[in-house]
């Protein structure tokens, strides 16, 4: 087997997150999203002396846990790869792909809890993050996500099955508008043109919608005839908030130079568990507040009792946390570097009546060192790429009684719990939590406890 070979493989089995393997001459052969079952024609493109890497061209035999996709979208758009397995069979896979990456690692002794599926399958989405663009080289505008393996195709993708209805019917009015006035769209290679993202995000318990266009500032257009038709479309949920952003920033995400109210206002609300939080355009928020209501009853199980406690919430985002675990805690303290989303901890704190818990905006690794409680529990709730070494060194000489970590990306938890297990640790349990049906992503929360 050489660089540049193309082969048929049969996947045997799959790796966090959706790597196929296959077996030839005696190598592993990774295959990303390809699924056990699927026999694969592949374009080999890595060699190495224990294993290959490929990419597949064209799927020529379907895996038996296959069925029929649910979305017309399925195969241009890169989203929701899972969707041709049965739910329950995704749920399995996950499950079976968080346990190995553990014992991988050389976790011990824990005990394995297996998964909780999403409340919803469909339309569990409280965000979406639309980009601007065409399906082909100078076509007709496009709204909605990237191309499959093409970042410079848009497709869209108004009848996407993960969101509720009146995204959908906002990204067709939106798309719609635009392209009668022909307002170009922003290209990001040359770093020309006008229209860049839509952001449309929902409470799901309020029904409440923020709506935020994002465009560079290279024209002027006025937004007031754009703003009175999405006021006069007849959806589920009530639109708070229509927002612009300016943004001439060269990469391509969703930041703000400057945003402008165009009508209502900058914000709005969701429901987790009895309390209330105000969400801002930028604001980070577990994406499926129905699934955060499990998740964090989970962190709520695995603490069983924090009367009387003083609980650290590290990487606390906009508090969800730390304010749900509040109403049983002594104290709690959170620390966030963002502080957009401290402001909203704080705020969001004080309008829940929580008086026992106070967020502070810095990077975890420093603003450690200021705290002078003793911390009976420690949250870690960290981003994708884990607990930085040396903020964990310092977070574990804390050698607070438990630790709860909620992951997003198994891997990363998989590597910290090596380091925590050194320290003198016992991980207790693990539980996996699917918050993204029909993706490759899923979430864990682990408990741990000082020997």
């Not at 998964?115 to 980009?131: D, Q, T």
């Not at 020309?192 to 923020?210: A, D, F, P, Q, S």
């Not at 006069?232 to 130079?257: M, P, Y």
């Not at 607990?387 to 964990?392: N, T």
Request: aromatic share 8%; glycine share 8%.
């Amino acid at each position: 087997m050489k660089k540049k070979d193309i082969l048929e493989l049969m996947i045997e089995e799959v790796a966090f997150p959706s790597i196929g393997i296959a077996f030839h001459e005696g190598k592993s052969v990774y295959i990303k999203n390809t699924i056990p079952g699927q026999k694969v024609k592949v374009f080999v493109n890595k060699v190495k002396d224990a294993y290959a890497e490929g990419k597949t061209l064209e799927i020529l035999e379907r895996s038996p846990m296959e069925q029929d996709s649910f979305c017309t979208h399925f195969g241009l758009c890169g989203g929701c790869i899972h969707q041709t397995i049965a739910y329950s069979k995704q749920l399995e896979m996950k499950a079976e792909q968080v346990k190995k990456l553990l014992d991988a690692a050389g976790i011990q002794g824990y005990e394995f809890l297996g998964i909780e599926g999403s409340p919803k399958e469909f339309a569990y989405r409280n965000k979406m993050e639309y980009s601007f663009g065409d399906a082909e080289k100078d076509g007709d505008l496009t709204l909605g996500m990237h191309k499959k393996g093409k970042f410079n195709s848009v497709v869209t993708v108004e009848q996407c099955k993960i969101v509720d209805e009146d995204f959908n019917q906002i990204l067709k009015n939106t798309l719609s508008y635009f392209r009668r006035k022909n307002v170009p769209r922003y290209n990001s290679r040359f770093h020309k043109g006008y229209l860049r993202h839509l952001v449309v995000r929902k409470g799901k318990k309020t029904g409440e919608i923020l709506v935020n266009l994002v465009t560079s500032t290279q024209m002027q257009f006025s937004m007031e005839e754009w703003v009175n038709l999405l006021k006069g479309l007849r959806l589920e949920g009530k639109i708070v908030g229509i927002l612009h952003t300016f943004n001439d920033n060269l990469s391509d995400v969703v930041v703000s130079d400057r945003t402008e109210v165009l009508w209502g206002q900058d914000y709005f609300m969701e429901e987790i568990l009895g309390l209330r939080f105000k969400i801002s355009a930028f604001s980070f928020f577990q994406t499926n507040s129905l699934g955060a209501e499990k998740l964090y009853n989970m962190v709520l199980d695995f603490i069983e009792d924090a009367q009387g406690k003083t609980i650290f919430d590290l990487y606390s985002g906009t508090g969800t946390i730390g304010q749900i675990v509040a109403k049983k805690a002594k104290k709690v303290i959170g620390i966030e570097i963002v502080e957009e989303a401290v402001e909203a901890a704080n705020k969001n704190a004080k309008m829940n009546g929580l008086e026992n818990c106070t967020f502070i905006a810095g990077d975890v690794l420093k603003k450690i060192d200021e705290l002078k409680e003793k911390p009976d529990i420690i949250i870690l709730d960290p981003p994708r790429a884990g607990v930085h070494p040396k903020a964990l060194k310092k977070i574990l000489n804390y050698r607070a009684p438990e630790i709860v970590y909620v992951s997003c990306n198994p891997k990363t938890l998989a590597e910290n719990l090596k380091d925590v297990q050194q320290a003198g640790y016992r991980v207790n349990k693990v539980k996996a939590m699917d918050m993204f049906p029909h993706t490759t992503h899923v979430e864990c929360v682990t408990l741990m406890s000082r020997v």
